[in-house]
Each structure stands twice: as structure tokens, then as C-alpha cells.
């Protein structure tokens, strides 16, 4: 039964390297099979458990040392936290100054408020929506402290041009340039500290690059307030932080990129490699995934889009937040500029101690599980919240800015609470697409949220009551966030599995051993909440034809859509000659030879056949030439086709709709064709028909997968079938085994028969 | 691959280039800039964040400067060199006047030219967007030369609260 179940590689290869594989016949020596599985399941057990402990996570009972014995043991110094974090309070010290100094600069300028606040808006924008190709740009290369210290200048250099603005025109332009530069911060920075720092420091290190954040909010208005004291004018003030920002570039200028994950991914790959016995570096094969095809990946890890949806509620809470503030300090504590600045300045003190505080514990929590930092983090999100929205009702100012200052502070510590095991569950080269995505989640979903939501509330109940209403959805982002925790551990594992195959491939294709055209392993996938498939694995070799049977609902139409990128698993993978192309687009997999079939919809109705085939051609990048030979191939095949070239397609027949979607294979030549439901609906004479034809595609060296209900119609023309019911692979082996299994073509017998008693005059299948 | 990393040495430095030509083309000047405060005007009343009641009366004291204020509340001032028309909207039927602005149009506006180094302020608009809120209220000094322009780019600021019957 379980023939190929745990397949990466051919059938041809050595049983004993692969770990079972291979054409086992049904029901033949189950148990040394079901001893071999287990065996592979143990090793990836193994496997699995090494990976976690080289991400820091397990190995509770070994002792943490402090943080300089930690990096002197890895021979890293704190330089690349330090420099980070001087670039990350420099980027503060700039947004500070473009909100203290807005009125003096509108002043002299003579620019409406409201431009003004919009030329402020569209930096935030652009800072969000930069991130995303500034994330794309270190995608493929790891250079990212190369972008970190080129944007560092950059913004020095647009911060000191700040004050030589004339006109809203050049403000506008340098707030989007500066934007753009700064943007690098939310992609690239945390991925890179990441990198840079073995696990077991990497909380502590996250928090003191977090403490840099906190510092820049302090100093900003300091040195804003030294510029007043000496006499500058907000010019003056531009040009001396553009020197600040210059001296903190230079100082970060001797960054380099460690590479991707040098030290998680990279070990787990070391610890696999020396499991298989080799410890040569492999070339690295793999599809890669494109920009969007990584953010579609992330956005499919369960733990991600929790964190994300609750990262989007904190950004309504917070986004807004500040400004808020201003307005409560100033309406109910008649606290002038000078006041406001002081306090904002000394709120985030409390920040920094709570950072210091956490680290260690935090790093001893990631080690003994995961979950937990998420649940701190989810607890200290409710409880940060909850003290901001106390605190609006203190009547003492003590009262009141102690808990703004704990629930600043909590906040602050829910951040690298929350971005490690976030940024761990992630392959290190996508983790600054993740970095530019929780950016535009907390600004541009939640903070626009925030905006439209509290202006209302502001009108209603004053400042106040909007501050106060900002811990409602705050409390409920900590709830979402704590779910989380259930699914972080699993996401952990999927990526360590996804580490270890590719390394097992790797090994594999080391030792000469062939690999099967594609393997599908351990494939989930769902629609919404309902899952179709579990746990699906499936092997098709070079120029095979196999049959996938099933009852009506078993998840063989899924399974294809999986295949061929129109749908993507939740779990497992899709390897298509020994590549993961699992998240690769379906427009891809065409160009690397994969090409479905759907069953009874092959065709664009309002076209004719010659042009259905035509577009395909051109869709597809072939030439005139190619396309035009490719529709004489058709219509050799087909002369039925060829009678009805100028007909418009859906004024074919079943079988001629049929006919015409399996001729795009001369058009397209795959290397595997994906047909679903051949013989739906269709006459037995027609679909007699059909089959010659695939099997005349296949005698051309394409493989095939069939898809069908029909045992007969399959089972004719395949000499390996799969059969699926209610979402799980029950037989795997040669279709002549099947026939001896009634218990499982019962069921299939039993609907044909029933679908045949419903249609009166249609024979069972 | 030698191609390779040339382009990458150059990405840096394009990209410094591109940032620094973007930001000088439109909008910048290195001439008249004002980088140190200018001290000529101090305001003396209203203190900052102070609450007033209505009427009551600015006063500043001016050094080294004998031509016209422009005070403006609760809105941004005009340009640098340009005249008060500029204060006046495009579509505004002032406009068709050669005297456009006169000191009923201004004074409509709550923007109030004068030669003296004080202003007795009768009525101001209540800004208050609900009745916990405070009326505050900022207004803006500018300088006019001779010829009626704004001189240089200096402008002062003050912030102040008015207290109404009703708050």
C-alpha cells in the first residue's frame, strides 16, 4: 500500500540509500516496509530536533552564560548590534525633528498645515511601501549591510538637504527620498542582526538594538532643544543631525553581511550534511522564489499571519498613538511644547529598562519553548495596553505618566519578544520580505485603520476617549497574538523539514542517485478552513504514466492543482526534478514543462480552435514557426479538430472540447501533463479516442498523470495507479494490484453504479 | 562575473548621486537661508501657552527693524518675498481689486498688519472642537519690507489659550 509513500527519489534507485522507496507491490513485506518508514521517521526525528537545538530552541538544561561569554564564544563582537542600533536612533532623531520642528518650518515657509501633514504621511508611506523592493533587492544576494550603509548616507545626506528646502515641492521630495532610504530599517536590519548573532544571543541582542530605538527618541528632542539653545533655526537644526546621521553611517560603514542564515539555516544544513556522511558544500539548484512568490510563501505560514494580523491591530493602536498623546498632554495637562518634549523624552526610559530586564529571560524562554516568548508577548501587548488606557483616567500626572511610561515600555519589550520566533520560523533570505511586510501591516493596514477609526471617537469623546479606546483593540491583537503560540512550534518544524530534504535531495544527487520527475511529499492543503489533503505523496518518474483514481471528493482534483501551482500546500512539498517548486507560480511550472488539463473546461469558449491553440502558442513564448507547427501536430492528431479550425470552441462537443485541450500538448510539449476527468460525460468511442491519444503523447516521452473515476477507463491504459480517498493516498502500486483490492473499488464501483441508476441509460464505471 | 561586481560596487554610488540630485533640482537654495534664529523680535505678551480673555493685547519688542509687522492667528503666514495678495485665494473676488487685500479682507482673516510693536485683539474665532477641549490658538509674526514683501524667512510663534464664558 505504501509503495512510494515516502518518495524523493526514482524507482530505479538503491533502496537501501533512499530510504525505502521504490515500486513495492501492495501488501508485500508490509512490515519490512513499515520498519523502514519508521526508521526514516526516526532520522528525521533526529534531524528535526538538531535543527532546533542549532536555532537555539531546546537545551534548557545547559546553563546560559552572559552575553559577552556568549559572543566571545562565537567570536562575534556587539559592533554589528551597535551600529544597527546607531543607524535606528540617527532614523529617529530625523522623525523627531520633522514633527517638533513642523510649526517653525510651516512658519517660515509659508506652507499650510495641512500640506505639511500630508508631506509627513506620504513619508510613512513610503517608508512602508519601500521596504518591499528595498527587501526585494537583497532577495537573491545577501548584501544586505551594503543597502543599510548606503541608505545611511543617503538619509544623512537628504537630513542636512533638509535645510536648504525652499519651497513644499523640495520638502515633499526630500520626506519621499529620505523615506525611501529609510526604509531599510523595517526590511533589512533585523534579518541582518539576525545573521549576525549565534541563537543563544539573539534575544538579548534584539533588545539592545530595540534600546537604540528608545535611545533615539530620547536624544531626538535633547539635541533639537541644544540646537534651540545655540541659536539655530530648524535649518540649522537639519544640517547639524545631517552631520550626526554622516558621523553614524561611517561609524556603521564597516558592516559586512554575514550571508543568509550563517547561523541557523546554514547549521541545520551543516548538522544534515554530516548526518548523510558528506561535508562537501552542494551546489544550490534550487527554484528560486520570486519576490511576490516569497510573500505569498509567508503569508501561508499560519504563525505569520497571526502575528501579522495582530501586528496590524498594534499599528492602529500605536500608529495614532503619538499623536494623540500630544493633544491629551496638551488639552488635559496644559502641557506646552517644551513639556511635551520633555516627556516624550523621558517616557521611553522605561523602555530601555524593561529591555535590559528581559533580555536574558527572554533567551531562556526561546530555548525552552517557543510558544512561551509568543505568550509573553501576547501578555505584555494586553498589559501595555491596558496601563495606556488607564492612564488616561489617573488623576494625579505621576499616576498618569508612570503608566504611560510601563505601558510604552511593555510595548517596547513586546517587540523582540514577538520578532524572534517570528523571524525564526522563516528561511533566512525571505525574513526581510517579512520585515517590509509586518511594516506595512502595522502602518499601512492597521495605522490607516487607527486614523479612520479614532477621528470619529476623538469627535465623540475627545482625546481622551480616544487614547482610552486605543487598549480595546490592543487587548484583542494580544488574544490574537496568543494564538500564535499554538501553531509557532509546528512552523518551526515545517521549516526544519523543508531544510532537511533539500539537503537529503542534495545528498542524493551527490551520490549519483537519479531522481523521479516529481515528488510530492506530505502534502496538506486546504481551502479556508477545510482540509482536502493530508499528508499526500505522490511520485511520477520520467515518461511514466500513472492513473490517480479516487471517489468523487477524495482530493485527486486538488492534488493536480497542487502539482501544478494552481493551488499551494500548506504543509510538504512539490519537487519537480529534484527542485522544491512548492510556491513556485503556476505560469512558472509551464515554463519548466508541467501543464494541466482540466477536466471539461480545457477550452476559451468564444474563440475558435485555431486561435484557442494560437494563444496558448503565444502565451507561452513560442515563435510563429513553433506555433504554427504545433497546430499542424494538433490537427494531425486530431482531424476532427482540423475540420472545425474556424468553429468557435464552444460550439464543440464534449469530446472535441476534450480533444482540443489535450492537443495543447503539441503546442506547449510538456514534460508532465496533468489531465483531469478525461472521460466525464463522454461516450465510450470517444473516449477510446482520447486514449490513443495520451497514450501516443506519452510514447513521445511526456509523462502523464490521469486523473479519473473511471477504474476501467485508468486502469486500460497505466501501469502504476494511485488511489485516493477522503483526502489520503490508500493504495500506491501497479494497477493490476489495485484490481485485487474490491475493498477499495468498492466504494468507486459503488458511486459509478449509483451515478449510473440516477442517469438511466449511462453504464457504471 | 567581474561585470557583476562592478555593477554592484557602482549601485552604491548611483544610487548617493540619484538621492542628492533628486533633492537639489526642485526645491532647494543656498541663498538667503536663515540657519541662525533671528532675534530681532521678542514677544512679550502673551506668555507661551498662557490663557487669555478676550479682548487683550500682543506686544512684542522689535530691534533693528522699522518696517511693518504681520501678525496672522490660527494659519500659515505668506511666503518669503511675496506680497499679502498671495495670502488671497485665486478664486476669490478680492482678487479683481487693485487694492486686493484691504484691512477689512485681512482683518476677515484674522491677519492683521501693523506699524506698531503691539495689538489689541477683540474677537478670535473659538477653535474648540467639543466642550472638554481648550480654545488654543497660535499666532505668527511675519516682516514686510518697503516694498510690501515678507523679509526673509524669520517668523515667531506663540501659542495661547482663550477662555471663553461657556469653558
Not at chain 1, 496590524?312 to 498623546?325: E, H
Request: proline share 5%.
Amino acid at each position: 500500500m505504501a509503495g512510494r509513500r515516502r518518495a524523493l527519489v526514482a524507482p530505479t534507485a538503491h533502496m537501501d540509500e533512499v530510504n525505502g522507496n521504490g515500486h513495492t507491490p501492495a501488501g508485500a513485506v508490509l512490515s519490512d516496509e513499515e520498519a523502514a518508514i519508521a526508521a526514516v521517521d526516526a532520522a528525521s526525528e533526529r534531524l528535526r530536533q538538531a535543527g532546533r537545538e542549532a536555532l537555539g530552541v531546546g537545551g534548557a538544561d545547559e546553563s546560559l552564560g552572559s552575553l559577552r561569554q556568549t559572543l566571545a564564544a562565537s567570536g562575534v563582537g556587539i559592533y554589528p548590534a551597535f551600529a544597527l542600533g546607531l543607524l535606528v536612533a540617527v532614523d529617529q532623531l530625523q522623525l523627531n525633528a520633522m514633527t517638533i520642528m513642523g510649526p517653525e518650518i510651516t512658519a517660515a515657509l509659508g506652507i499650510p498645515r495641512p500640506a505639511y501633514a500630508l508631506v509627513l504621511v506620504l513619508k510613512t508611506l513610503v517608508v512602508t511601501v519601500a521596504a518591499l523592493p528595498i527587501a526585494a533587492v537583497v532577495q537573491r544576494r545577501a548584501r544586505r549591510a551594503a543597502v543599510s550603509i548606503t541608505t545611511a548616507f543617503a538619509w544623512a545626506v537628504l537630513t542636512a538637504m533638509t535645510g536648504f528646502v525652499v519651497s513644499v515641492w523640495g520638502l515633499l521630495f526630500i520626506a519621499v527620498a529620505a523615506g525611501a532610504a529609510t526604509a531599510s530599517v523595517r526590511s533589512v536590519h533585523q534579518p541582518l542582526l539576525l545573521d549576525s548573532y549565534p541563537p543563544p544571543a539573539r534575544v538579548r541582542i534584539m533588545s539592545f538594538y530595540r534600546g537604540f530605538d528608545n535611545v533615539g527618541e530620547i536624544v531626538g528632542p535633547v539635541m533639537i532643544g541644544v540646537c534651540v539653545v545655540l541659536g539655530l533655526t530648524w535649518r540649522g537644526a537639519f544640517v547639524g543631525l545631517g552631520v550626526v546621521a554622516a558621523l553614524a553611517a561611517l561609524v556603521a560603514s564597516r558592516l559586512r553581511d554575514p550571508g543568509f542564515g550563517t547561523w541557523d539555516t546554514e547549521k541545520v544544513r551543516d548538522v544534515v550534511r554530516s548526518d548523510a556522511g558528506g561535508t562537501e558544500k552542494l551546489d544550490d539548484d534550487e527554484v528560486r522564489l520570486g519576490f511576490f512568490e516569497i510573500a505569498r510563501r509567508l503569508l501561508m505560514i499560519p504563525t505569520i499571519r497571526r502575528i501579522l494580523a495582530a501586528w496590524a491591530v498594534v499599528g492602529m493602536m500605536l500608529a495614532p498613538f503619538l499623536t494623540y498623546l500630544a493633544f491629551f498632554l496638551q488639552e488635559r495637562w496644559g502641557m506646552g511644547t517644551g513639556a511635551r518634549a520633555v516627556f516624550s523624552a523621558v517616557t521611553p526610559l522605561f523602555g530601555i529598562v524593561g529591555l535590559r530586564l528581559f533580555g536574558r529571560r527572554g533567551e531562556e524562554l526561546f530555548r525552552e519553548d517557543p510558544a512561551r516568548l509568543v505568550r509573553l508577548s501576547a501578555l505584555l501587548m494586553a498589559v501595555g495596553v491596558g496601563a495606556i488606557g488607564l492612564a488616561v483616567f489617573m488623576p494625579v500626572f505621576l499616576l498618569m505618566a508612570l503608566l504611560f511610561g510601563a505601558g510604552l515600555g511593555a510595548v517596547s519589550v513586546m517587540i523582540p519578544a514577538m520578532a524572534l520566533p517570528m523571524y525564526s520560523i522563516v528561511p533566512a533570505h525571505m525574513r526581510a520580505h517579512l520585515g517590509a511586510l509586518t511594516g506595512i501591516f502595522f502602518t499601512g493596514v492597521g495605522g490607516t485603520a487607527g486614523l479612520l477609526l479614532l477621528g470619529g471617537i476623538d469627535r465623540r469623546f475627545g482625546t481622551a476617549g480616544a487614547i482610552c479606546s486605543l487598549a480595546l483593540p490592543g487587548i484583542a491583537a494580544g488574544f490574537v497574538l496568543r494564538t500564535a503560540s499554538r501553531t509557532v512550534n509546528a512552523d518551526l518544524d515545517r521549516m526544519l523539514d523543508n531544510i532537511v530534504e533539500e539537503e537529503e535531495i542534495r545528498a542524493l544527487t551527490a551520490k549519483g542517485v537519479r531522481l523521479p520527475m516529481l515528488a510530492c511529499r506530505n502534502i496538506d492543503f486546504s481551502y479556508g478552513q477545510l482540509q482536502i489533503l493530508f499528508g499526500v505523496n505522490f511520485t511520477v518518474d520520467d515518461g511514466e504514466m500513472v492513473a490517480l483514481l479516487g471517489t468523487n471528493g477524495a482530493g485527486k482534483s486538488t492534488l493536480l492543482r497542487v502539482i501544478s501551482g494552481l493551488g499551494l500546500p500548506s504543509r510538504g512539498s512539490v519537487r519537480f526534478r529534484g527542485a522544491d517548486i512548492s510556491y513556485v507560480d503556476a505560469e512558472r511550472r509551464v515554463g519548466f514543462g508541467i501543464s494541466q488539463v482540466p477536466g471539461g473546461k480545457a477550452v476559451f469558449g468564444p474563440m475558435t480552435v485555431v486561435n484557442n491553440l494560437r494563444v496558448l502558442g503565444y502565451a507561452h513564448g513560442r515563435n510563429s514557426k513553433a506555433v504554427d507547427e504545433g497546430i499542424e501536430a494538433s490537427f494531425d492528431a486530431f482531424p476532427r479538430l482540423a475540420e472545425r479550425r474556424n468553429q468557435l470552441a464552444a460550439t464543440l462537443s464534449g469530446g472535441e472540447q476534450q480533444m482540443l485541450g489535450l492537443a495543447t500538448a503539441f503546442i506547449m510539449r510538456p514534460r508532465l501533463l496533468l489531465i483531469d476527468e478525461l472521460s466525464l460525460g463522454l461516450a465510450p468511442k470517444v473516449v477510446g479516442e482520447l486514449l490513443d491519444m495520451v497514450r501516443r503523447i506519452n510514447a513521445q516521452g511526456t509523462a502523464v498523470v490521469l486523473v479519473e473515476q473511471s477504474v476501467n477507463v485508468a486502469l486500460s491504459v497505466v501501469d502504476h495507479a494511485y488511489f485516493m480517498e477522503k483526502g489520503e493516498v490508500r493504495f500506491d502500486g501497479k494497477a493490476a494490484d489495485l484490481l485485487a483490492r474490491p475493498d477499495l473499488l468498492r466504494s468507486v464501483f459503488l458511486e459509478g453504479a449509483s451515478k449510473g441508476f440516477a442517469k438511466a441509460g449511462d453504464s457504471p464505471s | 562575473m567581474s561585470r557583476v561586481r562592478a555593477t554592484g560596487r557602482r549601485a552604491p554610488a548611483l544610487a548617493l548621486v540619484l538621492a542628492v540630485a533628486v533633492v537639489l533640482l526642485p526645491g532647494c537654495s543656498v541663498q538667503g537661508l536663515g540657519f541662525v534664529r533671528d532675534t530681532r523680535i521678542s514677544i512679550e505678551a502673551p506668555a507661551d501657552n498662557a490663557t487669555v480673555r478676550l479682548p487683550f493685547e500682543l506686544r512684542w519688542k522689535a530691534t533693528d527693524f522699522d518696517g511693518r509687522f504681520v501678525v496672522f492667528f490660527d494659519r500659515s503666514p505668506i511666503r518669503p518675498n511675496q506680497t499679502l495678495r498671495a495670502a488671497v485665494p485665486e478664486d476669490d473676488p478680492c482678487r479683481t481689486e487693485p487694492e486686493c487685500p484691504d484691512e477689512a479682507w485681512l482683518l476677515d482673516r484674522n491677519i492683521y498688519v501693523t506699524s506698531e510693536p503691539m495689538l489689541r485683539l477683540e474677537r478670535l474665532p473659538d477653535e474648540r472642537t467639543n466642550n472638554r477641549a481648550k480654545d488654543r490658538h497660535e499666532l505668527t509674526i511675519i516682516l514686510l519690507d518697503e516694498s510690501g514683501r515678507r523679509s526673509g524667512e524669520s517668523a515667531f510663534v506663540r501659542e495661547f489659550i482663550v477662555e471663553r464664558e461657556d469653558g
